[in-house]
């Protein structure tokens, strides 16, 4: 079994940043794709952010050159660097996990695995 834990969210001003960070238990796997997603109020989950375990990374059009994604792998970890923060940024922020993959998925039906969500809210 897999367990997800995301931490890092909170209230931050626009222009502000955070760091959000998954942590994974459980079984290892050699290859996988880990994402962040999020969910603002009354909207579908969206595709963030990925990352093959391997390096590819995918980022949605929207935080391109203002987010980014790493790993540390020897901790089991992922973290999302956000900046240049907007109120439009505000949702709650999942870390999910991908087994079967072929190619870095955008969509939330495609993760196996799925943390609790972390709240992020930017003030303006």
């Known amino acids: 079994q897999v367990q997800l834990q995301e931490s890092g969210g909170g209230l931050v001003q626009a222009g502000g940043s955070l760091r959000l960070s998954c942590s994974h238990s459980?079984?290892?796997?050699?290859?996988?794709?880990m994402g962040w997603f999020r969910q603002a109020p009354g909207k579908e989950r969206e595709f963030v952010a990925a990352?093959?375990?391997?390096?590819?990374?995918r980022y949605a059009d929207s935080v391109k050159g203002r987010f980014a994604i790493s790993t540390d792998n020897a901790k089991k970890t992922m973290y999302l660097q956000m900046g240049s923060l907007k109120p439009s940024d505000t949702a709650v922020y999942y870390c999910a996990l991908d087994l079967n993959f072929e190619t870095i998925q955008t969509l939330a039906r495609d993760y196996d695995y799925w943390g609790q969500g972390t709240q992020v809210t930017v003030s303006s």
């Open positions: 459980g079984r290892t796997f050699e290859s996988y794709v």
């Open positions: 990352r093959w375990s391997r390096g590819d990374t």
